[in-house]
């Protein structure tokens, strides 16, 4: 099995790699959080160790940042925390992060292996999962929600780094604008302008109830949100644009917009999730899943999946780097 460990102490590190190595595993060992997160992007590995208190960005919240790679990639590693904690407050908050299972330091030969045959035993049955459950659009859906809201939020430190008249860099202004403009417009909105098509050819298909479904699903203020979205993105690319033609960035003008469009967004999501995917899906056909799966998985490559995860995996460093530069 491939199997990463992530440990700041040099002699649990080799100690846990030379016991791996002697069992048949391929081990690839790093010292801090920010290289195991580098590593764990670049390839996929069956099983984690990771040391609670790690260097840069602690166990827990690498935990965390790996599943959101998991849940990304549909592919769930087995996680084990490596600790000299036991109280169950700590415990609970590494469940909470993602975590399958704990180790008492220091590690033997027997508990190891006791621990890497759980981890076989787990996985084989998230295998066996994967091939009779099919995904969910909706779901799919609904976690790229998730992702654009993060967007917002950043977007909203930035909105009140511009009122407050402080420095930005224009690398952070594009990098909101043209990631908005690839998760929410050309990814997340395409997908649900295709389930639009099929619900409408289903209400279509209800004699004398389809302008009744329609108007319910509340799906005309749906598609009018969705161009609003489009416009105020694009706006918001222009504004940063003119500033390279004029050498002044309109400040005022981009915080409008910027503030414009995550109060559509956010409110925009909230229709959906509560009141549209719970609606229309009941008249979703198995066929009408397949097929948006299919297109969704043509849409994703045809935008490129190495660019649709670097804009993913930004997210975090950049939502870190901003809350640490508020404090």
Not at 61 to 76: A, E, M, N, P, Y
Not at 195 to 209: C, N, S, W
Not at 231 to 255: P, S
Request: charged share 35%; with cysteine; hydrophobic share 40%.
């Amino acid at each position: 099995m491939k199997i990463l460990i992530a440990d700041n102490n040099k002699t649990s590190l080799d100690k846990l790699g030379a016991i791996l190595t002697k069992i048949g595993h391929e081990v690839v060992s790093v010292r801090d959080g920010k290289s195991a997160m580098a590593k764990y992007r670049k390839s996929r590995y069956e099983i984690v160790f990771i040391d609670w208190t790690l260097k840069e960005t602690d166990g827990c919240r690498l935990c965390s940042d790996i599943r959101d790679i998991d849940t990304l990639r549909q592919h769930r590693s087995y996680l084990i925390m490596t600790t000299t904690k036991s109280k169950r407050r700590d415990l609970s908050e590494a469940i909470d992060a993602g975590v399958d299972d704990f180790v008492l330091k220091p590690l033997g030969m027997n508990v190891v292996k006791a621990r890497i045959e759980i981890g076989k035993l787990v996985l084989g049955s998230r295998i066996s999962c994967r091939i009779t459950d099919k995904p969910n659009p909706i779901e799919i859906m609904e976690k790229e929600h998730e992702l654009v809201q993060r967007v917002t939020g950043i977007m909203e430190m930035t909105s009140n780094m511009l009122e407050e008249d402080r420095p930005i860099p224009e690398k952070l202004l594009r990098w909101c604008t043209s990631t908005a403009f690839l998760l929410d417009f050309q990814l997340h909105q395409k997908k649900e302008e295709y389930y639009i098509e099929l619900f409408k050819k289903r209400a279509k298909e209800t004699p004398g109830r389809t302008s009744e479904l329609i108007s319910r699903s509340s799906l005309a203020q749906i598609m009018k949100e969705h161009e609003l979205i489009e416009e105020l993105v694009t706006n918001m690319q222009n504004t940063i644009i003119a500033r390279e033609v004029t050498g002044r960035l309109d400040v005022k003008k981009l915080k409008i917009l910027i503030d414009r469009y995550i109060i559509l967004v956010r409110s925009h999501a909230s229709r959906e999730g509560e009141l549209f995917f719970p609606f229309t899906q009941g008249y979703i056909t198995e066929e009408d899943e397949t097929k948006l799966l299919l297109f969704f998985k043509e849409l994703e490559t045809e935008i490129g999946h190495d660019k649709i995860e670097s804009r993913i995996y930004a997210i975090a460093d950049i939502e870190k780097a901003l809350k640490m530069k508020a404090h």
